[in-house]
């Protein structure tokens, strides 16, 4: 298992897989280790994914100061990660939380970012994000679904704050297009996949910015992609259209028929979509 240590210290750990060009993968969670990333339906065929453990999650060491788990303390990790592979420029690719943290490394280095690709990605950093009432609204399109009104109720709990652990088990098919045999094995994985603590300190206050931000990421002249799922809620396809539409040349793409994880619902559509983006040109 390969390592490198991040600027304070911390040894953090990373795993590759696949052929061809770099792409840097950061997982969401926030602070999940990056296991669930998987092959990203088949996209180590394309490219040689880099698979980074945020501190203190995975394979990774936790650090000494717990505040560093704030995103924006974490904007410096991600440029060690770059330096320690010995690339000038990258290609860079969050899930979910970690689109924050793509952000704002993009801000910080603008020059060392070739491409950026969000996948179903939060957008606190500029100042955009989901609410409750999202998270209904997309709930509701899956109605007609025979595990509904059982999952219904037990969202119904989780934000009421009243939530167990069989509700957050049971809430688990509205972040997957299609609840099948692949999307419950992935679902059941994720126990201690994720830090807590970490998770709790990551978007705490001071870690964004977002009016600066804005101003650094609509001038970088970076290739942005924002794919969204059609039945995802963390963001709606329309406020990720809202998200790109502060990043002038930003392309919001939405899978159809994709939850929160589009390379499981559908690998031939989001593999072929992130391709496509990778390698053209401009």
Known sequence: MPTFPAPDGTTLAYHAVGEGAPLLCLPGGPMRASAYLGDLGGLSRHRRLYL???RGTGDSAAPDDPATYRCDRQVADVEAFRTH??????DLLAHSAAGDLALLHAAAHPHRVRTLTLVTARARALGVDFSREHRREAALLRR?????EEAYDAFGRIWAGSATDADWDAAAPFFYGRWDATARAHASGEVGQT???AAGLYA???AFRPAATRAAVAALGTRILLLAGELDSGP???VAREAAALIPGARPVV???AGHFPWLDDPRFFTETVVEFLERER
């Open 236 to 238: 709606l396809p329309r």
């Open 85 to 90: 592979l010995g690339l000038d420029t990258v």
């Open 144 to 148: 007609s679904e025979p595990w509904f």
């Open 255 to 257: 899978q159809p028929g």
């Open 195 to 197: 830090n807590e603590e």
């Open 52 to 54: 980074l453990d945020l």
């Open 204 to 206: 705490s206050p001071g």
